[in-house]
């Protein structure tokens, strides 16, 4: 089940795995590759980047098995179709909100145009 509130941590972590998986289904990738795609201002280590992968499994978007590779820990994932979709997912919601912020624009202008042409009517 996709979640429709994915918190910022969320979002970015998601990003860079789906960017990282390249549209494949099963993938391999280590915390370093995670670290470097993700934002430096946002301050993530390795057990923050665990955590935030573990609520993102338990979610639905992913499989994730942590095995060792000469001596670093590498993620194998498995996305599932929510994991696979978040990318459309996400575009679905930022055009929602453009269209929210839109439909709000108007009314504000419309709401001033009456006003505006309430005090000639009545001056």
């Known amino acids: 089940m996709i979640s429709d509130t994915l918190n910022r941590r969320e979002n970015e972590v998601m990003g860079a795995v789906f960017m990282l998986s390249a549209g494949k289904e ?3 990738a280590a915390p370093s ?3 470097a795609v993700l934002p ?4 993530y280590s390795e057990e923050k980047l665990e955590r935030v992968l573990r609520s993102l499994e338990l ?7 942590s095995s060792e590779r ?5 993620y194998v994932v498995h996305m599932h179709s929510a994991g696979l979709a978040y ?3 996400s575009l ?3 055009r929602a909100i453009v269209f929210r912020w839109g439909v709000a624009a108007v009314g504000a202008v419309i709401t001033f145009l009456i006003g ?7 001056n």
């Not at 430096?40 to 301050?43: D, F, L, M, Q, Y």
């Not at 000469?70 to 590498?74: A, I, L, P």
């Not at 505006?116 to 009545?122: A, G």
């Open 26 to 28: 099963r993938f391999l």
């Open 33 to 35: 590759e995670l670290l």
């Open 40 to 43: 430096p201002r946002a301050g």
């Open 59 to 65: 979610d639905g978007y992913f499989d994730l098995i």
């Open 70 to 74: 000469k001596g670093e820990t590498v």
């Open 87 to 89: 990318r459309r997912e």
């Open 92 to 94: 679905k919601r930022r």
């Open 116 to 122: 505006v042409i309430l005090k000639l009517i009545f």
